[in-house]
């Protein structure tokens, strides 16, 4: 990846994290730097939200679990 592009793509992604912090999502740059490259392959978008959904609920009910 040649400099330029190197500065899109970061550029992007910061982007998208300032999105995603006034949605309140909880998401990292990480956690959505790993989404985006997801979906760039072709996995469905509504897919992972699904997904992510899902296991924030199995992980809050483990921590609830984990509290009694």
């Given at each position: 990846m040649d400099q330029e592009a190197a500065e899109?793509?970061?550029e992007?992604?910061?982007l998208v994290?300032?999105?995603s912090n006034?949605?309140?999502t909880g998401l990292d740059r990480h956690t959505?730097?790993?989404l985006i490259a997801l979906c760039d392959l072709g996995v469905?978008?509504?897919a992972l939200a699904a997904v992510v959904k899902?296991?924030?609920q199995e992980s809050g009910n483990n921590h609830v679990s984990?509290?009694?």
């Open positions: 899109t793509a970061r992007s992604l910061e994290f300032r999105m006034i949605l309140d959505l730097s790993v469905n978008p509504e899902e296991l924030r984990s509290l009694r």
